[in-house]
Structure formats: structure tokens, C-alpha cells
């Protein structure tokens, strides 16, 4: 299959500026990125100046937590998690998993995202839900908040056996450990030894409250979260650490000299009251900052517009500087560099990269006038902007309609579901 996308504002995100020009995917591949046309093509897509560009990446995400949406509400993180959420969770089936995933996609491809890393319980239910949509993701797997049945090494290996069943570049697997206050020593080093023996990516929520970090050093003779973990190894490797609220700059440090990536969460941050990252100290640090969502559970939305402003604006705020973290590296934050975390080979658009693209329309109030498009698409773009959604060379999402996906029969499944909970709880 091959495609032109002609007449497009072309967004490079390595530098923050558009060009008019065509853009041509063969298969699941980026052939060409000019001002030519050469060739036949299947399709021919009018982009009729509107802005061309890599598809967002949502670094972090525990996407059947759509079921969970608006579930105590305006309470603080640990109240909301041990009071409403586990509770909660711990009802959900299998069944009721994989339907809160094909919900979260439904507003992952409406909204441009074309790639997650998951987080959650139930993976033959999330892989089977995944491989269905034509989604691109990460799905980890390990110790989490609901409790592993006999040994986590057996438990793993059972996990990662899974993804033999699905024979796609779109699915990877990856070593995820909830948290360091809901997981013991011993499964930690479990599961770094078992990412070692698989040489499998790990990531992790990280330093995300004060109670968190203050625990941490009481518990471990003075350790922060992150200097706690590199004493069990867990650095490595490849590793992605959620959140990452409250850390000094020696922690920063640790994830910088070990090549880390960063995942920001600002939406749920602050929902949550669990502060303000401090993202311009990790871009100092030439730290990799990647952007993603949480669950749609504390955010309570799957929208990285909304993030990217944040990412922006919240920077600003938190050091009285307007001047640093740019639109154009947010930009960069929510593409390329969750690319990069991740392990995919997309996340911009140039000759090779894999053809994951969004169409993004200009021509709605809110984005005029064109001065300064870039800016525009962190500081007054919205999820209802998108207009088209590719994931590998494939188009999954166009004009409000959904090439995979059956929406009433995912809604109508979906309110069952939580009609139950409710009659349960």
C-alpha cells in the first residue's frame, strides 16, 4: 500500500519547524519526505495545508481504567488508590479488562496517540485487545498491585510466554514493577535478574509523592527511591521511571548517568496534588523526557494536548521562568523521545521511521491565525483537531470514524460493566 499525503505542513520535531511539502509511506514504512511526488499510489490524501506529523506516544498509561473514569474523585493518592481503586480493580474480570482496552483506544487513535506503553493486569485480554486495534505498544508485565498467585519467576515467565502468541513489531514486552512501596525487596530483585536473563526493558513508578520518598529513606537507611533501586540494580538496563515528582538533583543525576528516561504525568500530578515534576532540572540533566497520560482513572482524560500544555505551563510556573521548556521540546517530549523510551523505531517523520501519522486541522478558529504553528499545536490545540491517525502504514482513524473498531458495541459492553461494579461495591 502506498500513500501521498500531499500539500502538508510537514512537522520535524528535531527542530521545532514546518515545511510544505508531500510525505509517502510504502507499507509500515516513511519512503520519502520532499516537495516531490513520484510514482502510483493506492491513496492520495489532500492534506490541504493542515500539519503532518509523527504520532503522539503516551509513555505511560493503565488504559482499562477508562471502566474506572470519574471513581473517587477530588480525593488524595493513597486514599484513591486503596480506598476506591484496588478495591475496585480487584473485580474486574478478564473480560472487563479487555473491554476497558478497546474503550482507551477508541480515544488513543481519536486523539492522535499511536503508540502506549501499558501498564495493568489481565495481558492476554490487554495483548488480544491491542493486536485487534492495530495499536502500536508496550505492554509490561511483573509484581503490581494485584497480588501474583505462587512464584513471581513462574508468574513472569508465563507473562512473557504471551506475546509468542502474537506475531506483530507492534507488540514488545517489558519488566514492570508497580512501585517500590507496593513491592517487596525480594520481588524487586526477582524481577531485575529475570529482565537480565531476558535482556527485557524495566520501568517503574518513581518518586511520585513526599509520603513515597519519605518512607523510602526511613525504610532504607537513608536511600531515596532512586538511590535505593540502583543499589538492587535496577538501572542496568534500559529503564523508564514514571512520574518522578520529588527528586534532588543527585537523583536526577543516577537516572542521568544510567541513561534513563523520564515519563511525565502532569494531568495526574496534579489531579492528584502530588506536586509539579521538575522538568527543566531533568533537561538539564540531558535527561530523555517522554510525556504520557496515567490511567484515565486520575487523569481523568487520554488526551496529550492537554499534557503538553501542562508539561509547558507547569514548568514555567514551577521556576517563574516563561521562557524555558518550549513548545517545540514538549513537542519533541510527546514524539520522538517516547519513541526513544520506549524502544520503537518512529516518532518523526523522515525516510525509514516507521508510518506512524497524524493529521492535525489548521483551519478551526482556535489555530488561527498561522503565525506560529508549532506553538499553536501545545498552546491551542485539541484532541478534536486530529483528523486522521496512521499506525504502521495504516490508517485506523479518520474523520470521526474508526477503520477497526465497533464504538456502540465497545460502549454498550463498557456500561454493563459498570453498572455491575456499582451493584457489587
Known amino acids: 500500500m502506498r500513500i501521498l499525503f500531499k500539500d502538508a505542513n510537514i512537522l520535524n520535531v528535531k527542530d521545532g519547524t514546518l515545511s510544505l511539502g508531500n510525505v509517502i509511506t510504502c507499507g509500515n514504512t516513511i519512503e520519502y519526505v520532499g516537495t516531490s511526488s513520484f510514482g502510483e499510489f493506492d491513496e492520495v490524501i489532500d492534506c490541504n ?10 509513555a505511560h498509561c493503565h488504559s482499562p481504567m477508562s471502566i474506572l473514569r ?12 486503596y480506598n476506591y481503586m484496588i478495591p475496585l480493580e480487584n473485580k474486574l474480570t478478564p473480560d472487563d479488562i479487555y473491554w476497558g482496552e478497546k474503550l482507551a483506544v477508541l480515544e488513543y487513535l481519536a486523539s492522535g496517540i499511536t503508540t502506549v506503553e501499558e501498564c495493568y493486569f489481565e495481558n492476554e485480554k490487554i495483548l488480544q485487545a491491542l493486536s485487534q486495534s492495530g495499536l502500536r505498544a508496550r505492554v509490561g508485565f511483573g509484581p503490581s498491585t494485584r497480588k501474583v498467585s505462587g512464584d513471581l519467576q513462574t508468574y513472569l515467565k508465563t507473562q512473557l510466554s504471551l506475546f509468542e502468541k502474537y ?4 507488540l514488545k514486552p517489558c519488566v514492570y514493577i508497580h512501585a517500590i512501596y507496593s513491592t517487596t525487596q525480594e520481588d524487586i530483585e526477582k524481577s531485575v535478574d529475570f529482565s537480565a536473563k531476558h535482556n527485557l526493558p524495566m520501568s517503574i513508578h518513581l518518586s511520585e509523592t513526599l509520603d513515597e520518598v519519605g518512607n523510602c529513606t526511613v525504610q532504607n537507611g537513608g536511600l531515596t527511591p532512586p538511590q ?11 529503564t523508564l521511571c514514571y512520574h518522578c515528582v520529588h527528586m534532588d538533583k543527585d537523583d536526577l543525576q543516577i537516572l542521568s548517568d544510567y541513561d534513563a528516561s523520564i515519563c511525565t504525568c502532569p494531568s495526574s500530578n496534579v489531579k492528584l496534588a502530588s506536586g509539579i515534576a521538575p522538568v527543566y532540572a531533568m533537561q538539564n540533566k540531558g535527561i530523555n523526557i517522554a510525556i504520557g497520560t496515567d490511567g ?3 487523569n481523568n482524560s487520554l488526551d496529550m494536548f492537554k499534557e503538553m500544555f501542562l508539561v509547558a505551563t507547569l514548568s514555567k510556573v514551577a521556576i517563574s521562568d516563561a521562557s524555558v521548556v518550549k513548545a517545540s521540546e514538549v513537542l519533541k517530549m510527546a514524539t520522538l523521545n517516547g519513541a526513544k523510551a520506549l524502544g520503537f523505531d518512529s516518532g518523526e517523520i523522515a525516510k525509514g521511521k516507521k508510518a506512524d501519522i497524524i ?11 498561522h503565525d506560529n504553528l508549532v506553538s499553536n499545536l501545545v498552546y491551542s490545540a485539541k484532541s478534536s483537531d486530529v483528523k486522521l491517525t496512521m499506525v504502521d ?3 485506523l482513524y479518520r474523520d470521526g470514524k474508526y477503520t477497526n473498531e465497533d464504538v456502540e458495541q465497545i460502549y454498550k459492553k463498557v456500561d454493563e460493566i459498570k453498572k455491575r461494579l456499582k451493584n457489587e461495591h
Open 359 to 369: 493529521v492535525v486541522d489548521i483551519h478551526n478558529p482556535h489555530m488561527h491565525p
Open 49 to 58: 495545508k493542515n500539519i503532518v506529523m509523527p504520532g503522539f506516544v503516551d
Open 70 to 81: 470519574g471513581t473517587g474523585d477530588d480525593t488524595a493518592l493513597d486514599e484513591w488508590l
Open 167 to 170: 506475531d506483530s513489531s507492534l
Open 296 to 298: 484515565p482513572a486520575s
Open 393 to 395: 502504514g495504516k490508517i
Open 228 to 238: 535505593y533501586l540502583e543499589s538492587l540494580g535496577f538501572f542496568d538496563r534500559q
